[in-house]
Each structure stands twice: as structure tokens, then as C-alpha cells.
């Protein structure tokens, strides 16, 4: 299952891995879930898993962002003009746009309205999840 996962559920399931962010990180490293990224993507989860505030150790981001790097689906995203709360969150969207399944999974479902979305599904964690299990 490939997905586009944002950056909130990376570092909260490396924060806390026995939550459902830290299982959908441990789905996406044991290869359940192929992350989809661009490089804006990448470039995000660099910057924010190096905020002092989560002291993740450098080495450590490195191999993170290498993993997904490796096991990942790299996208040209699909450009679009959608609204959206915070227009840092476009390239979720566009790089979901241009991929198979079309799914975000995300903490802050409120940043991916109905009305902005198309064709991609946006799901929690545990939405995640509970659709895998059945």
C-alpha cells in the first residue's frame, strides 16, 4: 500500500512508537507502507525531526530520511491551485494527486478540507490502521 504520510505522524510515532503513528512508522520500515515523497516532502521531514525540541540524534534523521529514500516512491507531483489552510501542506496533496492510491495519512485531517481534497483520501492513523485490518 503506498501512501503520502505527513510529517506529524513521523515524528510522533518516533516519539511514541506504541501509539498509531509510531505503527504506521513501523509499517512503512517493515515495507506495509511505501511512502510517497518529493523532494518538498523530504526536505520538510529534515527540517522538523532537526528542530531542537525532539533532540533526534543527526545520524539518526540521516538513515531515517535515507530509509525512505530507499523504500519510498519518489512522484512528480501533480501542480494544482487547491486552497488550503496552510499552503505548506500543497505538496501532501500534489504528490497524493500523483500517486496510485491517492491517501494521506495525517494527524491534522482539519488541514486537508473536503472541499480541497479531489480524489485523495485522507485518513488518521488508526482510520489507517482499522482499514488495514479488515
Do not use: W
Not at 533532540?55 to 512522484?75: H, M, Q, W
Request: charged letters at 25%.
Amino acid at each position: 500500500m503506498q501512501a503520502v504520510i505527513d510529517t506529524n505522524v513521523i515524528v510522533s510515532g518516533l516519539l511514541n512508537p506504541s501509539n498509531p503513528p509510531g505503527e504506521i512508522v513501523s509499517m512503512m520500515f517493515s515495507g506495509q507502507i511505501v511512502p510517497v515523497y518529493d523532494d518538498r516532502i523530504l526536505n520538510e521531514y529534515s527540517l522538523v525531526l532537526r528542530r531542537n525540541k525532539f533532540s533526534f540524534p543527526p545520524e539518526d534523521i540521516d538513515a531515517i530520511l535515507e530509509t525512505i529514500r530507499s523504500i519510498g516512491t519518489r512522484v512528480v507531483p501533480f501542480h494544482s491551485t487547491i486552497s488550503l489552510p496552510d499552503d505548506k501542506d500543497r505538496c501532501f496533496i500534489e504528490c497524493a494527486l500523483a500517486a496510485p492510491e491517492k491517501i494521506i495519512i495525517t494527524g491534522n485531517k482539519k488541514h486537508f478540507p473536503l472541499s480541497a481534497i479531489n480524489d485523495v483520501k485522507v485518513l488518521s492513523p488508526g482510520e489507517f490502521i482499522a482499514a488495514e485490518r479488515r
